[in-house]
């Protein structure tokens, strides 16, 4: 049962325009997200985070977007660079206690075309 | 600044083999996280540790233990290796900032390791 939720496998986007990045839950429990972005035979990097009690949280060129009532997050990077490219995964937890284990989304390859 | 560091990189073991991996948490993270992602896959929890405690578990086969050292570092051990062990196994560690019960994971490269 996938709980965090990453539809498009792949995505292709243009250099200088935005990449959009969607990612869904059904855990009503979750209300921690965080993006990671992975390049080959590297582990995860830490991109951005945000908490239920905000429906925005913005570091630079990427923003995150949280519709907790839709259980729905976005991942906006603009402009996009060739070195965006990478494979994107989101990741919950509950935020009642510290030390949660992160449950990931399976991923979404960003391709970004120069 | 000091990020998570896993040994080893690569690891090519037999089937019924053991394997121990390493992990060094950034200095003054006290939770370290096993995770395994397979093959096109999303990365899977196996298990924490808090303050040298397993804090919680998850889909870590009986063949697998892990603990937690005096010096924060973690060791996940592995026995009887199968094939389907073949996997990236990453360490992540982390801090607990403030009350809010919000603590970002950083994860190190991970071990690729292959099971023949």
């Known amino acids: 049962d996938q709980q965090v939720k990453q539809n498009s496998p792949s995505l292709s986007v243009q250099e200088g325009r935005i990449s959009i990045l969607n990612c869904d839950y059904t855990?009503?429990?979750?209300?921690?997200f965080l993006w990671y972005k992975k390049y080959p035979a590297e582990g995860p990097t830490f991109l951005i985070s945000i908490s239920s009690i905000k429906d925005k949280n913005e570091d630079g060129r990427f923003t995150v977007f949280l519709n907790k009532s839709a259980k729905h997050l976005s991942l906006h990077i603009v402009p996009s660079q060739p070195g965006d490219s990478a494979v994107y995964f989101c990741a919950a937890r509950p935020s009642n206690f510290g030390n949660e284990k992160l449950t990931f989304g399976t991923g979404t390859r960003l391709t970004i075309i120069p | 600044a000091a990020g998570v560091i896993q040994s080893p990189r690569h690891l090519i073991k037999e089937k019924r083999e053991t394997a121990t991996l390493k992990c060094y948490p950034i200095p003054r993270h006290d939770t370290v996280y096993w995770y395994q992602q397979g093959p096109g896959q999303d990365p899977q929890f196996l298990i924490s540790f808090y303050e040298k405690m397993q804090s919680d578990k998850g889909s870590i086969p009986d063949r697998f233990s892990a603990q937690q050292f005096s010096d924060y570092h973690s060791e996940l051990n592995m026995s009887s290796l199968e094939l389907g062990d073949s996997a990236l196994y990453f360490c992540?560690?982390?801090?607990?900032?403030?009350?809010?019960?919000?603590?970002?994971?950083?994860f190190g490269p991970g071990t690729r390791l292959t099971v023949l």
């Open positions: 855990n009503s429990m979750f209300d921690y």
């Open positions: 992540a560690s982390s801090v607990e900032l403030g009350t809010s019960g919000l603590d970002t994971q950083y």
